[in-house]
């Protein structure tokens, strides 16, 4: 850990003896030593400063997540890297307005500097991934239900007289591919020249969070899960990642961030959006679809959300998803969130919340057993798999968390813990022994341990 520290400074002192242009684009911005595996970056000034700074501190990182997310694109759809710069140039660059385009540009500047050979539709195609696929069934002309978008995470949003101080609290775990999950490890502090400041969970490269999880000095609060079996998408509108980030910088209430979300929404990235106005304890729930996008809210009650579809013109109109099969993931932890709910009545907070991220009970079954099925997701360990976007046994499930409440918020703080919350450690070499058909993984799959629940404050 010394010896990464001393080679950072080292690069950083590098650059201060140089280009003096270099200099002032660097100055404001820091990278904190690794803590429990996460890397915390404060990036401030102008979109295309931020996007420089983000470049140039997290280079090697970038260009790993490229490899890894390249890789796994090109096995799960079959089309190489190039498919997918060409679709960030022609299909999404178009719809990103001025501001992201400086920090997207930025990016690719500051990993110029650093010797890195990627450009901006790298770039671009890196923040797109998580849409990618609602683009690919349209571009291939799959029907709705013949293959489904993959579903990711677990969450929830308390307020009133559900929580311990009346105060909202808010949690998030994020489902994907380990070999993906390991490397979403970064703490983004943001102080834009226009907006409010950020922080935020995300990748290396991504301008949004991804599995948006942050909150803004406004005193808005975000995150979500994405709606499983998900159908429509419109290749004319902004891009989600765009909307996300946007939504994040410039919320100043839940209305603000309605109305970002769902003007040019493009149905890509369909997620299940929960958010909380810490200045009112508000808590709200936006199912964006593309058809259909209804706004709930409360200041007296919760919303969770696990993948499932909610609102029923959503369910008949934009997913082929079936609400009456009680063994589906989405459905079995739908079930377990409403029991934690009504049995922590009045008691939810931060420590709570982390409980509840690591939580192994199945309520189809009725018993204590890690697999998709459970809030802590362990598809790795399930013979069953999540038919809608893995194979039983495969490398995912819960790589990260990330808890925060009202107080936290106030602070531009949360606590979270990279790996499993449960304190399971995944073992790549392993587990690859024992399944040998994810063979395919083993240059982009690491070990992915359990860490232990760590603050993060705006610097």
């Not at 671009?124 to 239900?145: I, T």
């Not at 909150?215 to 899960?225: F, K, R, V």
């Not at 922590?344 to 709570?352: E, H, L, N, R, S």
Request: with cysteine; hydrophobic share 40%.
């Amino acid at each position: 850990m010394l010896l990464l520290a001393a080679i950072l400074l080292l690069a950083l002192a590098a650059v201060f003896s140089g280009d003096p242009r270099v200099d002032a684009r660097i100055k404001k911005a820091s990278r904190a030593p690794e803590r429990n595996g996460w890397i915390q970056v404060h990036l401030e000034g102008s979109p295309s400063d931020i996007g420089f700074q983000h470049g140039y501190l997290l280079s090697a990182e970038i260009q790993d997540a490229v490899t890894a997310i390249s890789t796994e694109l090109k096995h799960d759809d079959n089309k190489d890297w190039d498919f997918y710069r060409k679709t960030a140039r022609d299909v999404f660059w178009p719809h990103v307005e001025q501001q992201y385009r400086d920090e997207l540009t930025g990016i690719a500047d500051g990993l110029k500097a650093r010797s890195v050979k990627l450009d901006v539709w790298d770039v671009v195609a890196l923040n797109a991934w998580l849409e990618l696929p609602y683009y690919d069934k349209w571009y291939d002309h799959v029907k709705p239900g013949v293959k489904s978008t993959a579903d990711h995470c677990s969450a929830f949003v308390a307020t009133g007289s559900y929580t311990k101080d009346g105060r909202v609290v808010i949690g998030h775990n994020n489902w994907t591919t380990y070999s993906s999950g390991e490397r979403w490890n970064i703490i983004f502090d943001i102080s834009p020249s226009a907006g409010n400041r950020m922080i935020m969970d995300g990748m290396p490269g991504l301008i949004h969070s991804g599995d948006d999880f942050g909150l803004n000095s406004a005193g808005i609060i975000i995150t979500e899960t994405t709606i499983s079996e998900f159908n429509s998408f419109d290749a004319n509108g902004i891009p989600e990642f765009v909307r996300a980030r946007k939504a994040m910088q410039y919320s100043n209430s839940i209305d603000d961030f309605a109305r970002i979300m769902r003007e040019g929404n493009t149905g890509g990235y369909a997620n299940n959006w929960l958010v909380a106005d810490r200045k009112n304890n508000e808590a709200a729930s936006l199912e964006l679809g593309l058809k259909n996008t209804p706004l709930l809210r409360t200041k007296d009650g919760f919303f969770v959300g696990s993948n499932f579809p909610a609102d029923p013109k959503l369910i008949k109109e934009e997913t082929s998803f079936d609400v009456n099969d009680a063994g589906k993931s989405e459905n079995a932890r739908h079930k377990r969130w409403l029991q934690l709910m009504q049995e922590y009545k009045g008691k939810i907070d931060v420590a709570a919340g982390q409980k509840f991220l690591a939580d192994h009970y199945d309520a189809f079954e009725g018993k204590t057993d890690p697999s998709e099925r459970t809030l802590c997701g362990h598809i790795e360990l399930s013979p069953r798999g999540m038919p809608t976007w893995q194979k039983p046994y495969a490398p995912c499930g819960a790589v990260q968390s990330k808890v925060t409440d009202a107080g936290g918020a106030e602070r531009m703080s949360l606590t979270a813990a990279l790996g499993h919350a449960c304190g399971i450690n995944y073992k790549a070499a392993d587990h690859l022994a024992q399944h040998p058909e994810y063979a395919w993984y083993k240059p982009i799959l690491h070990d992915m341990d359990a860490r232990p629940w760590t603050s993060f404050m705006a610097k």
